[in-house]
């Protein structure tokens, strides 16, 4: 049997809108990846411990809050902490450009805006899983 | 690599168990036959059925019964399964949604599967993951099945106590004496209970269930289908078992029949009530040799299952393709009939002819 591609689809911090992360959560599911969706408020530990016991293979972030400076780097830190750099991190939602750089130094492999193509999405998780 | 991680699934490691029970969904043989290290702690955790048709409550209930459980001290394990796509093979997997307040637990496990082409309400990993599971040293297994329908029963080839959720207003009570799904409850729960025509379905399922335990007492001759029926409406007009005029069929011992509760899962109302009796109902099969007799049929039915998948395994292995399209060909051309065509293509595997 072919391995599946297992991910996280979760929104860290407080804002109530997961319209994005439903859609990236259906278009992954139509790509034929097993998407474990956790859902609005969540903690980094819950999201770090999520990946762990449904051994998943990326974890996708979605936010519009404006912590990511903060969330998103916590929980790459976490996945670190527990030996699990092995998943692949990234993000969406409403970020600024200039965060951009800041993100990506903490760990956080892409981070898509709004309007990004779902294919996009798709084809950088097939292309930089980091398990094998 | 396979007996270290083994191993480490036994020391309750919580990646090693996530990485094991993947192996055994991708079907790795090495991962199967590793499974031989849990034979030791095969039988110790309580194995709970969760099922239900979808949005009945299932996953919510879930999160509520793992708190129950919690409080008395046990080490939980969720397996929830959700339907994979069969067009894509992808998968939405939502019911840990709901019980994300236990993910940091450390003494809560929870796993989502897909069913990947299973139709029965599970998937053909999550007999294994059990015994992964307990192996790890949780105390209860709750496995949610997908969301049913009529006949998805694979949850009782599994469980060792299984809770079937109804909500009011799916249907009258001929849905409830229907074939199927109606006939694995140990417990019955009719969740949402505080919606309009929960009492309703209290005492359909209620009379369902007398209904099938006199005719398993062989009461049916003398008291005539017609009785049966009227002794069901009895019990839709008046409720109570015990306030119902009597009839030909004698007083049926409450405590024979399986339980019908109401819950809220929402609020938290009932599950306490629930989660005690999922506990005693357990002790009692233990106690009067109920469950290993139930765990001996369950063996035999999920031995059936992986007889099964073997021989289709040994199908693949062997390039049943090519011996498939050849019969194939033969039933078209009409030299052959399919059934015929269907035994030697079935003969030819097992004795491990190539085609």
């Known amino acids: ?132 | 690599m396979y007996e270290d991680l083994a191993r480490r699934c036994l020391d309750g490691e919580v990646r090693a168990v996530a990485r094991f029970v993947s192996l055994l969904e991708d079907g790795d043989r090495r991962a199967y036959n590793a499974m031989s290290a849990f034979a030791s702690t095969m039988g110790k955790a309580q194995i709970l059925g969760i099922t239900g048709p979808p949005g009945s409550g299932k996953s919510t209930l879930t999160d509520k019964l793992i708190g129950y459980f919690r409080g008395q001290e046990k080490k939980v394990a969720v397996i929830a399964v959700d339907p994979s796509s069969p067009f894509s093979g992808g998968a939405i997997l939502g019911d840990r949604l709901r019980m994300q307040g236990h993910a940091v637990d450390p003494g809560v496990y929870i796993r989502s599967l897909a069913s990947r082409g299973q139709l029965g309400g599970l998937s053909k990993a999550t007999a294994f993951a059990v015994r992964v599971l307990e192996a790890a040293g949780y105390d209860i297994v709750i496995i949610e099945t997908v969301g049913v329908g009529q006949s998805e029963i694979d949850i009782v080839k599994v469980a060792d106590t299984v809770v079937l959720v109804s909500v009011p207003g799916l249907g009258d009570d001929i849905q409830v004496i229907k074939a199927g799904i109606m006939e694995i409850g140990d417990i019955f729960v009719v969740n949402k209970a505080d919606r309009d025509g929960a009492d309703r379905v209290v005492r359909e399922i209620r009379a369902m269930l007398e209904t099938q335990a006199a005719l398993k007492r062989g009461k049916s001759p003398s008291a005539g289908p017609d009785t049966l029926a009227l002794r069901s409406a009895e019990l839709l007009h008046h409720g109570q078992t015990g306030a119902a005029p009597s009839s030909q069929i004698e007083q049926i011992e409450a405590e024979e029949l399986p339980p019908v509760m109401k819950t809220v899962a929402e609020t938290g109302e009932g599950v306490p009530e629930l989660g005690a009796r999922i506990l005693s109902r357990f002790e009692g099969d233990r106690l009067s040799g109920a469950l290993e007799s139930r765990r001996l049929s369950s063996i035999k039915a999920q031995l059936k299952d992986i007889a099964a998948w073997q021989l289709l395994d040994l199908f693949a292995d062997s390039g049943g393709d090519g011996r498939l399209d050849s019969l194939a060909e033969a039933v078209h051309s009409r030299s052959m009939d399919i059934y015929g065509a269907a035994k030697k293509l079935t003969a030819t595997l097992v004795k491990g002819e190539q085609a």
Do not use: C
């Open chain 1, 1 to 132: 049997m072919e391995r599946k591609i297992r991910v996280i689809v979760a929104k860290p911090g407080l804002d109530g809108h997961d319209r994005g992360a439903k859609v990236i959560a259906r278009a992954l599911r139509d790509a034929g990846m097993e998407v474990i969706y956790t859902g609005l408020r969540q903690t980094p530990e819950q999201i770090v411990q999520a990946a762990l016991q449904e051994d998943a293979d990326v974890v996708a972030l979605s936010i519009l809050s404006g912590a990511h400076n903060h969330l998103f780097p916590r929980v790459v830190e976490l996945l670190k902490e527990k030996g699990a750099e092995d998943i692949l991190v990234f993000g969406g939602g409403v970020i600024p450009e200039d965060d951009i750089p800041f993100l990506k130094s903490k760990g956080i492999a892409e981070v898509f805006g709004p309007g990004t193509p779902t294919q996009t999405t798709v084809d950088f998780i097939k292309t930089h899983l980091k398990r094998s």
